[in-house]
């Protein structure tokens, strides 16, 4: 057990990578807070590690506002005694070409993706700092983050903050033996990629050389390496789980052409 006895909170429990992280940290010992924007998912998905033996708790959190997001800690703290890992992971996307993307999308998204895990990882930070006994924090950027990913321009940009906000982190909370990494998944199946037509699915596995979208399974497993003591000398870094997208060009795959325009 890797995790055993650890206390984490993870945001977006509800579904997709989050859900699974919450799912993997508990069978690794870890007593999982869940936070979510939709109450009723985060508790069915607290419920169910529950009944399999695990330790969980859900709730209703908003991680735009800096007062729910407060509560969120704090409550963690009067149930479990202390926090010791946050998984900011909770975010949202709006597609829509540059010249057209709306200024209200564009707030939302850079509310929830970029302020959001700044909110989560301070208030889990001074948490941990309070403890005296060090600490880990996961956020969730996006490979988004080194590539200009057409037509979701607020996307790109918080997830590039994310990263230099990791980095940010790591430096100042090192001293506190803290330390702070990101993630940064390619296209993995979930809610946030499922709505995709098929034809811009398929165009995206042509860029992914593993040939496959990831599971949440993928993703929640690199945190969990990041989360547990083998990641212990590492900070400050963003791991790609890309199946090696960003490893090769826009058009990897050896066994298709690229298109005339390229
Ligand atoms: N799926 C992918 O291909 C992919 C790729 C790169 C990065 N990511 C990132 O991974 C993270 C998780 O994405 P996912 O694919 O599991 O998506 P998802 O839509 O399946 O889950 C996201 C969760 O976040 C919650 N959420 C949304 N807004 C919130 C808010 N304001 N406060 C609290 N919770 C909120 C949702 O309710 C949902 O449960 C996101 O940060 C996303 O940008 C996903």
Request: with cysteine; hydrophobic share 45%; net charge neutral.
């Amino acid at each position: 057990m890797r995790l055993q006895g650890r206390v984490a909170a993870i945001t977006g429990g509800a579904l997709g990578i989050g859900r699974e992280t919450a799912r993997l940290f508990a069978a690794e010992g870890a007593v999982v807070a869940l936070g979510d924007i939709q109450a009723d998912g985060v508790e069915t998905v607290a419920r169910a590690i529950s009944a399999g033996g695990g330790r969980a708790s859900a709730m209703a959190v908003d991680v735009g506002d800096a007062a729910q997001v407060n509560a969120f800690v704090e409550r963690i703290v009067a149930e479990f005694g202390r926090l010791d890992i946050m998984v900011a992971n909770a975010g949202i996307a709006h597609s829509a070409p540059f010249l057209d993307h709306p200024e209200a999308q564009w707030q939302r998204v850079l509310r929830v993706n970029l302020t959001g895990v700044f909110l989560c990882c301070q208030a889990a930070a001074r948490q941990m700092v309070k403890q005296g006994d060090g600490g880990r924090i996961i956020s969730v950027a996006s490979i988004n983050a080194f590539r200009g990913v057409e037509n979701l321009v607020g996307y790109n940009a918080a997830k590039a903050g994310v990263v230099e906000l990791t980095k940010t982190m790591a430096v100042e909370l090192a001293a506190h033996g803290i330390t702070a990494n990101a993630i940064a998944p390619a296209q993995i199946d979930t809610r946030l990629t499922r709505t995709l037509p098929e034809e811009a699915r398929q165009r995206r596995v042509d860029r992914i050389p593993l040939g496959r979208f990831g599971e949440p399974e993928d993703v929640a497993r690199a945190a969990l390496f990041l989360a547990s003591d083998d990641a212990r000398y590492i900070t400050g870094h963003t791991l790609a789980v890309d199946g090696g997208y960003l490893a090769g060009g826009l058009w990897s795959r050896p066994d298709r052409p690229a298109p005339p325009s390229l």
